[in-house]
């Protein structure tokens, strides 16, 4: 097991009806910027739960925050948080509301000239506004980690940061909160928060038993809850442990003495840059491709993946582990993501830009570093 530093500073209050919590978790009398998206919160009664609980605070809104944000409406409300002398800012909505608001807690009291910069040249950030949650998607597990990602139209780039300083302080969990995701956003959930786990897991062996077996179970979850997390009408506990089931994927519990990978999200992420995929439709194509690339370097933990989470024992290695490869990709067509590049029309060059693109930026991905521009080219090619 490698050696590793764990630290996770949110809190996280989980349960039907818990947003009224934000009573207790936020001081009356705060400046509250209240930031979400197209309005998914207003038409699911979650903002009139919110407003209710903030009724004490000072509150300002800022909406229109995208699916992907982008960096030019992000700073939009850096401008607003300066202007109204925000406290704090409550993040309501998925993964796209809350990865925007850390880029703005970080860029409100940047002083190291374009807040870009923090994404595209690792800028220290001090002194970021705190930040609460009210997560509205499973999916990312931005509500308890370090990370967001953000887009700048200008140049067609999707860039990540990762700093300590802007984990949320608390993130709110209430299962019911999902109920009005519309059944693509659950696949897409799904999908990313078993890729999130994969990023972690399949390596090579680390003498980690406990964080393999970790990874497992959220896997399994996701396999089994599946058909009831996707039911109509929603089944509570199923959304329930699918929620919880994203929190873990990317809290950093599993990535804890553990190598990781990270190269479909990376591959994926130029994908939805170039052609506006949704986040998860990208990791459905990508993540079957790098496995049939990779599968010498992977195969010790394809072989227990197949294994212990399909029950996968019969037939020799190369058969087991073409097989858990194809059963993984349809996991992801079962709950409605395609898993190739084709079904998206996509032309074939994209193979060659995506490479290019990653390796003007000096990528080395994977666990081994061993994935270039010619691998991702090729990674590209099996995914048609
Ligand atoms: O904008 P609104 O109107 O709220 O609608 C959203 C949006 O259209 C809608 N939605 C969210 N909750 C809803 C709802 N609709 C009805 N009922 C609800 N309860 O869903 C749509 C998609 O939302 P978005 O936030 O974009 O989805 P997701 O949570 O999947 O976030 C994706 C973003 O997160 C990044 C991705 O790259 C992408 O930009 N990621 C962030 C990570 C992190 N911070 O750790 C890791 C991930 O790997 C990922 O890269
Ligand atoms: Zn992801």
Redesign the pocket.
């Known amino acids: 097991m490698n050696n590793f530093t764990y630290h996770n500073p949110t809190r996280i209050v989980f349960g039907k009806g818990m947003i009224r919590e934000i009573s207790n978790l936020i001081p009356a009398g705060s400046r509250v910027l209240l930031t ?6 207003k038409r ?1 009664g ?1 903002h009139a739960q919110v407003m209710k609980a903030l009724a004490g605070c000072q509150v300002e809104e800022f909406g229109g ?5 982008r960096y030019e409406t992000l700073m939009k409300a850096v401008a607003q948080a300066r202007k109204f002398n925000a406290g704090l800012l409550l993040a309501v ?7 925007g608001t850390k880029f703005i807690a970080a860029a409100v009291r940047f002083e190291g000239g374009d807040p870009w910069d923090i994404l595209a040249r690792d800028k220290p950030v001090r002194n970021p506004l705190p930040i609460g949650c009210v997560m ?2 499973p ?4 509500e308890m ?1 370090c ?3 953000v ?1 700048r139209d200008s140049t067609q780039e ?1 860039l ?1 940061f990762a700093n300590p300083l802007v984990y949320p302080q608390f993130s709110i969990l209430d299962p019911e ?2 109920y ?3 059944r693509k ?1 659950v696949a ?2 799904i999908v ?1 928060a078993f890729v ?1 786990v994969m990023e972690q897991y399949m390596t090579y062996p680390s003498a980690a038993p406990l964080q393999d077996r970790q990874s497992e179970a959220v896997l399994r979850t996701l396999i089994e809850e599946a058909p009831r997390i996707l039911a109509d009408p929603p089944d509570y506990d199923a959304r329930a442990a699918f929620m919880w089931c994203a929190t873990n994927g ?1 809290n950093g519990w599993l990535a804890c003495g553990v190598p990781q990978d990270w190269a479909t ?1 990376m591959i994926g ?1 130029e994908i ?1 840059a170039l052609h506006g995929l949704d ?2 439709q990208t990791l459905a194509i990508v993540l079957p491709a790098v496995w049939k690339h990779e599968k010498e370097r992977k195969k010790a933990k394809l072989l227990q993946y197949a294994s212990r989470v399909w029950s996968l024992d019969s037939g020799d290695e190369d058969s087991r582990i073409a097989q858990v490869i194809e059963k993984t990709a349809a996991f992801f067509r079962s709950v409605g993501l395609p898993t190739s590049l084709h079904d998206y029309q996509l032309p074939p060059e994209i193979a060659k830009t995506v490479a290019g693109r990653l390796s003007r930026r000096g990528a080395k991905l994977g666990e081994h570093e061993a994935i270039s521009g010619k691998e991702v080219e090729e990674i590209l090619r099996l995914a048609y």
């Open positions: 979400y998206g197209g309005g998914s919160i699911n979650v925050i995208e699916p992907n944000p909505g998925g993964g796209s509301v809350l990865d509205t998607l999916a990312t597990g931005s980690n990370y967001a990602v887009s999707k990540a909160t999902t009005s995701l519309p956003q897409n959930g990313d999130h990317l999200h992420h939805t986040h998860a």
